[in-house]
């Protein structure tokens, strides 16, 4: 074979691999087996894409979607022809994206269409929630009338499905060819606020800039993505600085070394919220909007433990389901981030008790009722021991290390037994009040006492 042929090769072996990454996949079968019972990767109300279109259940919505269409291209000065045709010119990579046996049920015509209303639907959802123009909130007031405001709602569920998504390349295609200029660009930067106000109920217009290096393949992939790398809250962090420095003074002062010895293999051992608090572990706000978020400080005789916050709504085990389902796909993520997130704050949260605290230190909000129904979401959550156990390493060998450490946590473990309440402060000082009387008057009717006074 000659050097061009081999070349070839190369390059048909490389862009196969590249197709193969890019598929929006099926959830791997075991887990649906496994979660049968459960209705969590299946859409209620909107399907999106070939894998659930048709479904007589989802008409209703699907009756609305030439309705989003005309919105999102009211304005534009172009009719819905001209966006089918591009569509329609791009068509086979677009089907590239999904297994084939689904794909090629439609036609050309039948699937440029499907992935027009579908992309229409979510970029419409988009502008509103990130009030990307002047005329969001009638669209918004549009959508509720013709949905009515369950079902609008119950849409935002849908979005997170694995199965549910449509080529992240349809999205940008037709936002390029509705807007030009700066509008156009800032298309991530919309999509991050809109991330940001889903996951931490925030409405940031200040995200992170940096573009994303590769081109996500779907919109859950660029939930992932933002997740994952995230961005500063620096109001957040500089109070969590400032108080850092407030408690760290003086115990920093008397520290002999700084950095102690860490051996190399550490045995870390299940430990919950409470369990951590009662060795002087303490619970704060990373002020980090990204499960990197994690940060881990030991100190003289206590230490921090900084974890990103997290907005727990009803459909939290949804999106945590469909994103542990994406990551262990064949050719899924490599790094399973969020896989190793859910199972170190699994290890973390295991009864109601561990919910209130990170609740109380504004770690944890949760809209769903009660602490025991955040307790059932995490064991809800199978991970498969398919974690990336380099992620926190150093996070739990450390906890691991100053939980092991005699020297740091006997006081803690003093204060939390003794000093927990103010109760039991009032108690001490009452003791030791009474302890004293005790002793003085003993003094003072001694014999020892009275054979000075008549001296």
Not at 153 to 164: A, K, S, V
Not at 191 to 213: G, P, R, T
Not at 398 to 418: F, P, R, V
């Amino acid at each position: 074979m000659t050097l061009e042929s081999d070349m070839m090769d190369i390059t048909i072996t490389g862009q196969q691999a590249t197709s193969r990454r890019r598929q929006i996949p099926k959830v791997p079968l075991f887990m649906r087996i496994d979660n049968q019972k459960s209705d969590d990767y299946d859409p209620k109300v909107v399907s999106l894409g070939p894998y659930h279109h048709g479904k007589p259940e989802l008409n209703f919505v699907e009756d609305f979607k030439p309705k989003a269409l005309q919105m999102f291209i009211h304005g534009s000065n172009k009719d819905q022809d001209f966006f089918l045709e591009k569509i329609l010119g791009e068509n086979d990579d677009f089907r590239s994206c999904y297994l084939e046996e689904f794909a090629n049920k439609y036609d050309d015509y039948e699937f440029a269409r499907m992935m027009l209303l579908d992309a229409c639907f979510i970029l419409n959802d988009i502008e509103i929630s990130a009030k990307w123009t002047p005329n969001s909130a009638s669209k918004q007031n549009d959508t509720i009338k013709h949905l009515g405001i369950a079902i609008y709602l119950i849409t935002r569920r849908d979005l997170y499905l694995l199965e549910n998504q449509v080529p992240f390349r349809v999205l940008k295609l037709l936002i390029k060819l509705k807007y030009s200029g700066e509008q156009c660009s800032a298309f991530e930067e919309k999509l991050k606020s809109y991330c940001s106000q889903m996951f931490f109920n925030k409405q940031e217009d200040n995200m992170q800039e940096n573009a994303m290096e590769t081109e996500p393949p779907h919109l859950l992939e660029f939930f992932r993505r933002v997740l994952v790398s995230g961005s500063y809250d620096e109001a957040n962090v500089r109070q969590s600085r400032c108080f850092d420095f407030i408690f760290d003074y003086i115990p920093d002062r008397w520290k002999k070394n700084h950095l102690p010895h860490k051996s190399a293999l550490v045995t870390n051992v299940f430990r919950s919220v409470m369990d951590l608090k009662s060795k002087g572990i303490h619970f704060r706000p990373s002020g980090i909007d990204s499960f990197k978020g994690v940060r881990f400080t030991s100190h003289y005789y206590y230490a921090n433990l900084k974890l990103p916050c997290w907005y727990v709504s009803t459909y939290t085990k949804v999106f945590f389901m469909n994103m542990i389902a994406y990551e262990l796909c064949p050719n899924g993520p490599i790094d399973r981030a969020v896989v190793s997130y859910i199972n170190f704050m699994k290890s973390l949260v295991i009864s109601p008790n561990d919910v209130k605290e990170l609740r109380q230190e504004k770690i944890i909000f949760n809209t769903l009722g009660s602490d025991e129904e955040v307790v059932q979401v995490y064991k809800a959550l199978k991970t498969y021991g398919a974690d990336n156990p380099s992620i926190f390493q150093n996070v739990n060998g450390n906890i691991q290390e100053h939980y092991n450490s005699k020297g740091k946590t006997w006081i803690a473990e003093l204060i939390d037994k003794y000093f927990n309440s103010p109760w039991s402060l009032i108690a001490l000082v009452v003791t030791v009040f009474l302890t004293f009387l005790t002793v003085v008057q003993t003094y003072y009717g001694s014999p020892f006492y009275r054979s000075l006074d008549h001296e």
